[in-house]
């Protein structure tokens, strides 16, 4: 009986843990800089409410005979708990929109709404 319990509580604390992110939570426009001394990369992903994104990558690396470049892709992704799932299909490729994000995930980082002490964590993914 004790142990039945036991278990049942951990189940139901588990499932309060992960509240669940909605799109409209998530949507947005994350950006994350690259400075080094010989090379600058500027990732830009853009989240739509309806959920599509965009992502744009800035390379400019000096020690290549090609410096500068930008990859670009788009589709679309959802969400289950904290994990962001992309998906893209043959319409999405295009001249300008060269990478597949098919099998692709990342995790959404926020501060829990339960999380009552003064530390700052920034929303990222």
């Known amino acids: 009986m ?13 499932f309060s843990v992960f509240a669940q ?15 080094l001394t010989n090379a600058l990369i500027i990732d830009r992903l ?6 599509s994104f965009d992502f744009h ?3 400019n690396i000096k020690k290549r005979l090609i410096p500068e470049g930008n990859n670009y892709g788009k589709g679309t992704w959802s969400i289950d708990k904290n994990l ?3 998906t893209t299909t ?4 295009a001249e300008k929109y060269t990478l597949n ?15 009552t ?6 929303t990222a993914i």
């Open 2 to 14: 004790k142990k039945s319990l036991l278990i049942t509580v951990i189940l139901a604390l588990n």
């Open 21 to 35: 992110n909605t799109v409209e939570d998530i949507s947005g426009v994350y950006e994350l800089t690259y400075d």
């Open 46 to 51: 853009i989240l739509n409410a309806d959920g």
């Open 57 to 59: 990558e800035y390379e």
């Open 84 to 86: 962001i799932y992309f």
């Open 90 to 93: 043959q319409s999405d490729f």
């Open 101 to 115: 994000f098919n099998n692709t995930k990342a995790r959404f980082i926020t501060k829990s709404p339960r999380d």
């Open 117 to 122: 002490s003064d530390r700052e964590i920034k």
